[in-house]
């Protein structure tokens, strides 16, 4: 008998829906758009997502795992820290079960990159895996031997909410955040935090895929702008080494696939990690832009 995994990746734009056995074979996958601001759409849009996959599988009562953009409160049972702020203050955990009639989990998108990776792609034999996703946020989650380490808190791998070291307090105050706070890594390393530094160079607004595809084609202007990005991504990335110092380090998101992070990034970060030493590897998530959805659903196997 088969047995299947269901994984929902909700973004703030698009939500996703993967159907998985247990040997990491995918069978179905769709997007749809994501109804922004509408939290009962939101939930219907899923029920209807995970019926699709059903109805492929010719199988009911699979389990589903849901990657959210913020996380569950263990004290309050609802959403939190959502950038996709209607979702925040709702029991969005225990409506999906009582929807979907059987067991849902839910937690942060980035640790379903972290389990995705670890599982079976970039990061699959290594200890510590720490996954960010470079998007239009920034997050990460860590797993380690295979399993995701989320915190008694819920916040585990929260990297894009802390400040960004080695800052001068006045660009830190440049930065405002949705959080409420200044200068956070997201408000640095973020497509939108690239198109940020941009402008504030240059007086000029784009968006980080033409910045980077610019920079690429010898645009001085891009270049020098992209050059900054990989020294805050530096930084950013050296404060995790100098605490969990993990076996890899994966990225995702839209950022991730700039070449020249994986050219360029290794050389600066022993600049800042203490010791003046670096030997951890940078690489992509070995499933693209999917991987967060598959990481879904070996959440749901959990």
Not at 46 to 55: C, R
Not at 144 to 165: D, F, I, K, R, S
Not at 246 to 269: C, F, H, K, T, W
Request: aromatic residues 4%; charged residues 15%; proline residues 5%.
């Amino acid at each position: 008998m088969q047995n299947w995994l269901i994984g929902i990746d909700l973004g703030g734009t698009k939500t996703e829906v993967i159907l998985l056995d247990d040997q990491s074979n995918e069978h179905f996958r769709k997007r749809v758009a994501t109804p922004a601001g509408d939290y009962q759409a939101t939930l219907q849009t899923i029920h209807t997502l995970v019926q699709q996959a059903e109805s492929h599988a010719g199988s009911t009562g699979i389990p589903v795992g849901v990657g959210i953009p913020g996380s569950v409160s263990r004290i309050t049972g609802r959403i939190k820290n959502a950038n996709s702020t209607w979702l925040n203050g709702q029991p969005m955990q225990q409506h999906l079960r009582d929807l979907l009639q059987r067991p849902v989990t839910l937690t942060n998108d980035a640790n379903c990159l972290a389990l995705s990776e670890a599982t079976d792609g970039a990061g699959r034999n290594h200890h510590t895996v720490f996954a960010a996703i470079l998007g239009t946020g920034c997050g990460a989650g860590i797993s380690v031997n295979g399993q995701l380490l989320t915190g008694v808190n819920g916040v585990a791998g929260e990297w894009g909410h802390n400040p960004l070291g080695w800052t001068p307090g006045a660009e830190l105050e440049q930065r405002p955040c949705f959080c409420g706070r200044h200068g956070c890594n997201e408000t640095f390393l973020s497509g939108t935090g690239l198109t940020l530094t941009h402008q504030l160079r240059t007086g000029h607004q784009h968006p980080a895929h033409t910045i980077t595809e610019n920079a690429r084609n010898g645009c001085p202007e891009a270049h020098e702008t992209l050059n900054q990005y990989l020294e805050h991504l530096a930084r950013g990335l050296a404060a995790v080494i100098n605490v969990i110092d993990p076996d890899i380090i994966v990225l995702g998101g839209g950022m991730s696939n700039a070449g020249q992070l994986y050219r360029e990034l290794p050389a600066r970060l022993p600049s800042y990690v203490f010791g003046g030493e670096c030997d951890t590897p940078i690489v992509k998530a070995a499933h693209g832009d999917s991987s967060g959805v598959r990481g879904a659903a070996w959440l749901a196997l959990a």
